[in-house]
């Protein structure tokens, strides 16, 4: 009688506890059924989330397009260059503000004619008053550019050891040479295919060959007094490379 109450027992705790377990994994369980609706809530927070990615993309380059247009502004200057734009009583034209009505107006040379014969006022006449804008920047040194027509290694250091180009380069490529208060310098393998452009003037070779060039001034005034134009009827490559327009600095170059 003890056995069969204890198995009887046994029986009703294994009874109960596999139907709780199985009743368990019914609550645990969960069927996902398709749907045709499309998800709007989650569609507009994953392009929130690119148009923001995108604008925080965007944002270092435009921090430096707008450092780089600092740097290369023309300085403004402390006094503006101002031309003094007083004329004698002779040059003035009373038909130029409407108030008299002439039947015809005189130029510049009919009025120096029909004048004084004063020669001061006779030459301002007859040259002409050309009206100047006020100047209140500097006027920026002359471009620089570093041209090669083969492949070339080309360094350019600042004035402080500061790298600011290396690479090589191929033929028909150039670098302009940023505006510094210190002119930078070259040093350059292939020295006799490497030329520079001084606002749009050619100058060069560096050197001669394969020769290593170090420690050259990329100034316009040390370029155009240390280096000459080439002649371009002994240089076929450099001729070449010109009139296909390669180079951006010499498109208003005009080949002999």
């Known amino acids: 009688g003890a056995i069969g109450s204890l198995v009887a027992l046994i029986c009703v705790v294994c009874g109960l506890g596999y139907g709780g377990l199985t009743l368990f994994n ?4 969960v069927k996902i059924a398709p749907s045709d609706a ?3 809530v989650l569609t507009d927070i994953s392009l929130a989330i690119t148009n923001e990615e995108n604008i925080n993309g965007l944002e270092p380059n435009k921090i430096t397009n707008d450092q780089l247009a600092r740097l290369y502004r023309p300085q403004a200057l402390d006094v503006p260059v101002l031309t003094a734009r007083d004329a004698p009583i002779s040059t003035l034209d009373p038909s130029f503000s409407n108030n008299f ?6 130029n510049l040379a009919e ?3 029909s004048g004084p014969e004063t020669d001061t006022a006779k030459q301002i006449l007859i040259n002409g008053l050309e009206e100047k804008a ?3 920047v500097q006027d920026l040194p002359p471009s620089v550019a570093v041209l090669v027509t083969e492949n070339a290694w080309v360094q350019i250091t600042a004035a402080d050891g500061t790298v600011i180009y290396e690479n090589i380069m191929l033929p028909g490529e150039e670098f302009v040479i940023p505006q510094l208060e210190l002119p930078p310098k070259l040093r350059a393998g292939m020295s006799g295919y490497v030329y520079f ?4 003037e050619l100058f060069g070779p560096v050197g001669s060959g394969t020769s290593v060039r170090k420690n050259v001034e ?18 076929k490559l450099i001729a070449e490379l ?3 327009g390669s180079f951006p600095s010499l498109r208003k170059f005009k080949l002999d």
């Open 242 to 244: 010109i009139s296909e």
């Open 218 to 235: 990329l100034s316009a005034a040390n370029i155009s007094t240390s280096l000459q134009s080439p002649d371009l009827s002994n240089k």
């Open 111 to 113: 009025i120096a004619m």
């Open 26 to 29: 019914q609550m645990q369980t």
């Open 101 to 106: 009505d002439l039947d015809a107006n005189l």
């Open 197 to 200: 452009s001084v606002d749009g």
């Open 38 to 40: 499309t998800p709007i």
């Open 134 to 136: 006020i100047q209140v």
